[in-house]
Nanobody
Framework: QVQVVESGGGLVQPGGSLRLSCAASGRTFSTYTMGWFRQAPGREREFVAA???????NYADSVKARFTISRDNAKNTMYLQMNSLKPEDTAVYYCAARTRPTLSSISDYSHQRDYAYWGQGTQVTVSS
């Protein structure tokens, strides 16, 4: 069983930045595929970004060039650096982990069904 815990959410003004962290349990974190999803009020949960065990990344078009996903395997932690934040980025952000091997490109792992382990979420609010 893998546990993941998000942190780093908060209130930020439009144009500001936040860094989310996701701490995961398990001795084999370096082999996990990790992802970020978000859910705004009244909307479906949507893909934000993912990172493979080897560092390959994939982003939703809405966050490309503004958000950066990274991982530190020595700390069992994944990050999401969010810059140039917009009000439409307001959502609960969820960390997700996939422990099963990936058989194709990281771009193929952008669906909730690809991830078995989920955190409780952290609120990000972008407002003036």
């Amino acid at each position: 069983q893998v546990q993941v815990v998000e942190s780093g959410g908060g209130l930020v003004q439009p144009g500001g930045s936040l860094r989310l962290s996701c701490a995961a349990s398990g001795r084999t974190f370096s082999t996990y595929t990790m992802g970020w999803f978000r859910q705004a009020p009244g909307r479906e949960r949507e893909f934000v970004a993912a990172i493979s065990w080897s560092g390959g990344t994939n982003y939703a078009d809405s966050v490309k060039a503004r958000f950066t996903i990274s991982r530190d395997n020595a700390k069992n932690t994944m990050y999401l650096q969010m810059n140039s934040l917009k009000p439409e980025d307001t959502a609960v952000y969820y960390c997700a982990a996939r422990t099963r091997p990936t058989l194709s490109s990281i771009s193929d792992y952008s669906h909730q069904r690809d991830y078995a382990y989920w955190g409780q979420g952290t609120q990000v609010t972008v407002s003036s």
